[in-house]
């Protein structure tokens, strides 16, 4: 079993920063991918990035030159440093590890853009 602890989110005005960081334990192989994953009102869960355990990352259009990913795998955690947020931005963000074909979870933590 997996664990996954996230921290930060919160409110933030528009053209301002967050900085959202997960930490994974539990039984984790060598190779994974950690991501951010995002939900907003009314909408399905989308990928926000991601990253592997060998360093290759992938965006969302509509983040990419905004946010960026980065991992350690030494502490098995991963970030999201978001710059310049959007009210579309708004939603909550969910720390997502895939191991082999198993998907796990945080409990996710709300960012809200508004002024």
């Known amino acids: 079993q997996v664990q996954l602890v996230e921290s930060g989110g919160g409110l933030v005005q528009p053209g301002g920063s967050l900085r959202l960081s997960c930490a994974a334990s539990g039984s984790l192989f060598r190779y994974y991918t950690m991501g951010w994953y995002r939900q907003a009102p009314g909408k399905q869960r989308e990928l926000v990035a991601r990253i592997s355990s060998g360093g290759t990352r992938n965006y969302a259009d509509s983040v990419k030159g905004r946010f960026t990913i980065s991992g350690d795998n030494a502490k098995n955690t991963v970030a999201l440093q978001m710059n310049s947020l959007k009210p579309e931005d708004t939603a909550v963000y969910y720390c997502?590890?895939?191991?082999?074909?198993?998907?796990?979870w945080g409990q996710g933590t709300q960012v809200t853009v508004s002024s």
């Open positions: 997502n590890l895939l191991q082999l074909t198993v998907n796990y």
